[in-house]
């Protein structure tokens, strides 16, 4: 144990605590990293992340072997401190600086906290997507990207959501979606402003709709 105490502060000061030490901006030698590029920037994040965890892993190792020290000149070292039983030999040879036995262990209860951006990022097109709404069939902001989309992105066939797609006409979000209306039938069944001519527009809506068996066929009447 004292040689791995050794060997965490040697690693603590040596890279100046994973770069815990300098600020981000220091780090990445700019005044401001508002003019990087969005990806360098992430990236930037991602690493400073990471040396966060780490640094804390090793302060948390470095704590447990203080502890268990402190414990050998106490004379306790070798006993739970949570029930009072010895901890088996395996044990203590395997974790040198545990103070607790297998059972009560803390490492055996599982972590549930989230990262705390969880709690700002939202689902795909945020507030304005409309579709787990029953009460709203209205144009909202999936719809408005979907109209963006059809002009082209960067995308191919191969990023594309759809894992069944196999060209670009079918690459967009929900694609075979009904552009304009709801229900099929609403773009081919038609009245007059007066509500009582009915009349049928025989598109490719029309067609599918009648030879899938889906609607009436009482329809084919209609001029």
């Known amino acids: ?31 401001s990293p508002i003019d990087n590029h969005p990806g360098d920037l992430a990236t930037e994040l991602y690493d400073r992340e990471k040396d966060i965890a780490l640094l804390e892993q090793e302060e948390l190792h470095l704590s447990r072997i203080d502890a268990a020290l402190a ?22 040879d395997a974790v040198p600086d545990s103070l607790y036995c297998l059972e009560h262990a803390p490492r055996k209860e599982l972590s549930h906290n989230r990262p705390i951006e969880e709690t700002y990022l939202q689902t795909p097109f945020g507030r304005t997507s409309m579709d787990e709404r029953s009460d709203y069939n209205s144009f909202d902001g999936e719809d408005a990207w979907q109209i963006v989309e059809q002009w082209g992105n960067a995308d191919s066939p191969a990023l594309s959501e ?11 979000i929900e694609s075979d979606e009904n552009d304009g209306y ?33 609607g009436d066929h009482g329809l084919e009447s209609y001029n």
């Open 1 to 31: 144990m004292l040689n791995e105490q050794q060997e965490i502060e040697s690693r603590l000061s040596h890279n100046q605590h994973y770069g815990m030490s300098q600020s981000l901006r220091d780090a990445t030698g700019e005044l």
């Open 71 to 92: 414990a050998m000149e106490k004379g306790t070292y070798g006993i739970c401190i949570s029930c009072g039983e010895r901890i088996s030999y395996e044990r203590l």
């Open 182 to 214: 709801v229900e099929s039938i609403e773009s081919f069944l038609a009245t007059d402003i007066t509500g009582r001519h009915v009349s049928v527009v025989r598109n490719r809506e029309y067609d599918q709709y009648i030879h899938s068996d889906e």
């Open 162 to 172: 759809n894992r069944e797609v196999h060209d670009y006409a079918h690459l967009g």
